[in-house]
């Protein structure tokens, strides 16, 4: 079974959340943490998806002045890791059921 294991932040906008995974350098926003989060794990997924299907690399790690762990830590609300099952159709899951 091949599975990939990431990182996961999720961020305080002025009215919103914005979700990241530091390794893959992939984004989204939502109103709430959850929604959020939930859209991180599908974005996650295609990206892994696309990138397997046409043959590219995967990682992309944003550059270390960009995390925001080390930028605004203040602004992060949750970190969590998930996993993707690539055996199974690209599913993600969290490792930390919410």
């Known amino acids: 079974m ?3 294991v990431f990182t996961g932040l999720v961020v305080r906008d002025d009215d919103s959340y914005s979700a990241l995974c ?3 350098d992939v984004a989204t926003q939502g109103a709430s943490v959850q929604e959020a ?4 794990l599908e974005a996650a997924t ?3 998806e ?3 299907e046409d043959g590219l690399p995967y990682l992309r790690p944003i550059p270390r002045e960009e995390d925001p762990r080390l930028t605004t830590p203040e602004r992060v609300e949750e970190e969590f890791r998930f996993k993707v ?3 199974r159709g690209f599913r993600a899951l969290p490792l930390d059921p919410r």
């Open 46 to 48: 295609l990206h892994l």
């Open 50 to 52: 696309g990138a397997f």
């Open 37 to 40: 989060r939930a859209l991180l």
């Open 2 to 4: 091949e599975m990939f």
């Open 85 to 87: 099952d690539v055996t």
């Open 22 to 24: 530091p390794e893959l």
